[in-house]
């Protein structure tokens, strides 16, 4: 289990399930100025996926060492929010929600939509909007 928590001056850290400081936002060199953590969930190798919210990817990090060892860039994508692992097609991955609010109209392409991200292994190999 992993929680969020959002300090006085809005410095987002996640803690493991023990409460030990697993990721500051403000100072962690695998998260990008401007990015926010969104929803997450942990592969069955034990890795912890996490939707960065404006920041167009979803981060894979080691909760061993906390280093982002992996990552899917979503071009199409400003705001993902939340995912899940699942199939679609034969193929399992993660479903990914994306959020839409704010965005003008001409750049909206994949968000506010359900995507789904195929990974084999723990890597990715396809993506196929559902």
Not at 22 to 35: K, Q, R
Not at 37 to 64: C, E, H, L
Request: charged share 15%; with cysteine; proline share 6%.
């Amino acid at each position: 289990m992993l929680n969020l928590s959002t300090t006085i001056n809005s410095t987002i850290k996640i803690f493991a399930a023990n409460r030990q400081l697993l990721i500051d936002c403000a100072t962690h060199p695998g998260i990008n100025p401007g990015e926010n953590p969104d929803g997450q969930a942990i592969d069955r190798y034990g890795f912890i996926w996490i939707a960065m919210t404006s920041g167009s990817r979803v981060i894979k990090v080691n909760p061993q060492t906390a280093e982002v060892v992996d990552e899917e860039l979503l071009p199409n994508t400003k705001i993902p929010t939340s995912l899940a692992f699942g199939d679609y097609r034969g193929q399992f991955g993660f479903y990914l929600t994306t959020a839409n609010v704010g965005l003008p109209e001409d750049q909206i392409i994949d968000d506010g939509k359900l995507l789904h991200v195929s990974i084999h292994g723990g890597e990715i190999h396809q993506f196929a909007p559902v």
